[in-house]
């Protein structure tokens, strides 16, 4: 088997964040969070990444990003095109919005090696880089996937609500079932969930599971993509044509209900954290200075 690859999407267009989030500098020395991951990522074990952007953002990102770390590992772009889409297929005018994550994903299909698949703007930990490595170097076999799990309550917000994956596991910790819920928020200690845009709230069990789009796949989950998101674009342009979008949990729920593959839920000791609004950002930052001066991270990463 061909040594593991990460694969990195930095295509989304921070809508709420107000701004190009992927390669903001949140680090001491003006790293984004995507340079902690490619350096946790790197120390783990892998020696290649694949930025999945929009083909506009590549100037950007080889400033800030990779004419640096492509000193250390072999950096790919792959590129996430609105206009990658089914035969037969019209993008509508005026859509702005890409298709969403299981849209990205496929925009790597070239690939033919295992690979971890995250997300730019969050915050993993060394740990989980570790488990996953191990996982594709070792265990994973097409249809038989892996992800890392985090607790819900880890992964909120103090300044409005976020989208998370709610998983259910099985007696043996494989994934049963996956639920994407849009709208969650802290409340108090635990977390609660609406599906009415605020105007009813239902708390969420505490310690409940949840994926943050840290996945171990083979190439055998493009061929298995491609057709759910046929589906569901050529349904969703008809039903919401400017906002459809279609997500990588939703896509791993639909093959789960159809049996088509297995799903191993690892779990990392790491605490997680990311940028989804503005405000995040200072203690985003606090969290990484404390990690620089513990001596988890040099100072010049990349040096």
Not at 63 to 89: C, R
Not at 100 to 121: E, V, Y
Not at 180 to 206: F, N, R, S, V, Y
């Amino acid at each position: 088997m061909k040594k593991p690859v990460l694969v990195i999407l930095a295509a989304g267009m921070g809508s709420r964040y107000g701004g190009l989030k992927q390669i903001d500098a949140v680090g001491s020395n003006g790293e984004p969070i995507i340079d902690f991951s490619i350096y946790d990522a790197h120390e783990a074990g892998f020696d290649k990444v694949v930025l999945i952007i929009r083909k506009e953002h590549e100037e950007a990102f080889r400033k800030n990003l990779t004419d640096k770390v492509s000193k250390h590992m072999e950096v790919e772009f792959a590129y996430q095109d609105l206009a990658d889409v089914p035969a037969g297929i019209t993008v509508p005018e005026g859509r702005e919005k890409p298709w969403g994550t299981t849209h990205a994903l496929l925009a790597c299909r070239n690939l033919d090696a295992p690979f971890a698949i995250i997300n730019a703007d969050d915050y993993y930990g060394k740990d989980a880089f570790r488990v996953i490595y191990n996982f594709l170097s070792n265990e994973v076999k097409d249809g038989e996937y892996g992800m890392v799990g985090y607790v819900l309550e880890n992964t909120l917000t103090d300044h409005g609500t976020v989208s998370r994956a709610i998983c259910e596991r099985d007696e043996n910790g494989f994934l049963q079932k996956i639920v994407e819920c849009p709208k969650i928020a802290k409340d108090g200690d635990h977390a609660k969930l609406t599906q009415d845009d605020g105007k009813t709230w239902e708390p969420i069990e505490k310690g409940a599971v949840v994926s943050m789009n840290f996945w171990g796949f083979t190439p055998k989950i493009f061929a298995q993509c491609e057709p759910i998101f046929e589906e569901f674009i050529r349904k969703g342009i008809v039903e919401n044509p400017m906002k459809c979008e279609h997500v990588i949990p939703t896509a791993i729920g639909t093959l789960l209900e159809r049996k088509a593959c297995t799903v191993k839920v690892l779990t990392s000791n790491d605490r997680w954290f990311g940028v989804t609004y503005k405000e995040d950002k200072p203690y985003v930052m606090q969290c990484l200075k404390e990690y620089k001066d513990q001596g988890l991270y040099p100072f010049d990463l990349w040096k």
